[in-house]
């Protein structure tokens, strides 16, 4: 089995399931799912879609610090909406955090997400 290490900062929301907030093997990073958890509170930062794509954004970018990098070594991103229709939100507010070249990524339209939130996004980063 490779060698693999897991990925922990007090910076993002502590897993609140059987989860890691990520795992770095070799020198690829797999990112679990963030939603828009205030990683001190640990509630929904807010009902407006704005704020939550933001917290987001934050809370990826936290956890890929801990593991050595930033959004921007990200080389596959995948969002997950309840409303598909805030997806050009989601692009101006993905243009404040990253640089081209952007990552590979999906858009997804799910019924539901944990803790009743409006997004969730996942990834993986080539370091």
């Given at each position: 089995m490779a060698n693999k290490s897991i990925i922990v900062?007090?910076?993002a929301p502590q897993a609140i399931g059987t989860y890691s907030q990520a795992v770095k093997v070799g020198s690829t990073v797999y990112l679990s799912?963030?939603?828009p958890l205030n990683?001190?509170?640990m509630q929904i930062v807010s009902t407006d879609?704005?704020?939550q794509v933001i917290q987001v954004f934050d809370n990826l970018t936290a956890v890929c610090h801990a593991a050595g990098?930033?959004?921007n070594d990200i080389v596959?991103?995948?969002i997950y909406m309840t409303d598909l229709s805030h997806f050009a939100t989601v692009n101006e507010i993905m243009e404040r955090y990253f640089t081209?070249?952007?990552p590979a990524r999906a858009a997804i339209g799910v019924k539901q997400l944990p803790k009743d939130s409006l997004v969730?996004?996942?990834g993986i980063m080539a370091l």
């Open positions: 900062t007090d910076k799912g963030q939603i990683p001190e509170s879609f704005d704020a990098g930033s959004l596959k991103l995948n081209q070249p952007y969730e996004m996942d």
